[in-house]
């Protein structure tokens, strides 16, 4: 770890966190029932996954899960000197009608969410979307707010978050990087 780096979630806090969302949704949609739940890539998907495994262990019942790669939906795309690595985008259920749980790490602008929402659009019309993330790090740009947070994390703009997790060959942890100055 870097001296300039805290956790402030580790594994269990993240399995914990994870849970408590899982019985929010529950909660709120009185049940599983036309539940789908779509991860946005890479940290999202993971995630929706294993949200889908604690519904399954608290309802027993195994919900679809989609993973969205929003790249092409980016508003920043023209500003961006490289080439974006595009990834698949693979829905294989029908979303008309549907609840939609969009599932991400980390929420900050607003901006991701936005274009998952653009391209979730794409595939079907929703009844309704609702938005489950990991860390909520404030700073909106645009009015979008999840409807469930497994960590409220006050940063300051400047601060990176990272949702590291052992899909992606780490050890579970969210970390904050407070920016180095001269």
């Known amino acids: 770890m870097k001296s300039n780096e805290r956790i402030?979630?580790?594994?269990?806090?993240?399995?914990?966190?994870?849970?408590?969302?899982?019985?929010?949704?529950?909660?709120?949609?009185?049940?599983?029932?036309?539940?789908?739940?779509?991860?946005?890539?890479?940290?999202?998907?993971?995630?929706?996954?294993?949200?889908?495994?604690?519904?399954?262990?608290?309802?027993?019942a195994v919900l679809p899960v989609g993973a969205l790669d929003i790249t092409l939906y980016r508003d920043d795309l023209s500003k961006k000197s490289e080439q974006p690595a595009v990834r698949r985008t693979e829905i294989g259920f029908d979303i008309t009608d549907k609840k939609v749980i969009l599932v991400d790490d980390v929420l900050f602008t607003g901006?991701?969410?936005?274009?998952?929402?653009?391209?979730?659009?794409?595939?079907?019309?929703?009844?309704?979307?609702?938005?489950?993330?990991?860390?909520?790090?404030?700073?909106?740009?645009l009015p979008i707010r999840a409807n469930y947070v497994g960590k409220s994390l006050p940063t300051a703009p400047e601060?990176?978050?990272?949702?590291?997790?052992?899909?992606?060959?780490?050890?579970?942890?969210?970390?904050?990087?407070?920016?180095?100055k001269d």
């Open 8 to 60: 402030v979630l580790d594994a269990l806090g993240i399995g914990r966190a994870l849970s408590r969302v899982a019985h929010e949704i529950i909660e709120r949609n009185k049940g599983l029932a036309d539940l789908t739940l779509v991860g946005i890539r890479t940290g999202g998907v993971h995630l929706a996954h294993r949200l889908a495994g604690k519904l399954k262990e608290i309802e027993g």
């Open 111 to 141: 901006r991701t969410i936005r274009a998952a929402m653009d391209e979730l659009i794409d595939f079907g019309r929703p009844r309704e979307i609702q938005l489950a993330v990991l860390i909520d790090r404030g700073h909106r740009e």
């Open 159 to 180: 601060e990176k978050v990272e949702v590291l997790l052992k899909e992606e060959g780490e050890e579970d942890r969210v970390i904050i990087e407070n920016a180095i």
